[in-house]
Nanobody, 119 residues
Framework: QVQLVESGGGLVQPGGSLRLSCAAS????????MGWYRQAPGKQRELVAT???????NYADSVKGRFTISRDNAKNTLYLQMNSLKPEDTAVYYC?????????????WGQGTQVTVSS
């Protein structure tokens, strides 16, 4: 069984920074995809950033230059460093990982962590 646990959300003023973490645990054989998504009230879930097993990254235009996605393969952990935060970044942030176990391949979601940017 695989589980993703997120941490690091909270309330921050505009211009501030937060770092999100997402740790995977369980019977993991390999992790072949990692990404962060977010969902604001009344809106659909949207892609924020992705990172491949080789370290190639991709960002939504709205966060380019402000957010940085990274991964620690030894710890099966995904990070999202968020700088210069804006009120429009307010959302629930979800991590997503494509994980292979001995018997299956499946995309798993974290439980979500609230990020609120407000003065």
């Amino acid at each position: 069984q695989v589980q993703l646990v997120e941490s690091g959300g909270g309330l921050v003023q505009p211009g501030g920074s937060l770092r999100l973490s997402c740790a995977a645990s369980g019977s993991i054989f390999s992790i072949y995809a990692m990404g962060w998504y977010r969902q604001a009230p009344g809106k659909q879930r949207e892609l924020v950033a992705t990172i491949t097993s080789g370290g190639s990254t991709n960002y939504a235009d709205s966060v380019k230059g402000r957010f940085t996605i990274s991964r620690d393969n030894a710890k099966n952990t995904l990070y999202l460093q968020m700088n210069s935060l804006k009120p429009e970044d307010t959302a629930v942030y979800y991590c997503n990982m494509g994980i292979a176990t001995i018997t299956s391949r499946y995309y798993y979601w974290g439980q979500g962590t609230q990020v609120t940017v407000s003065s």
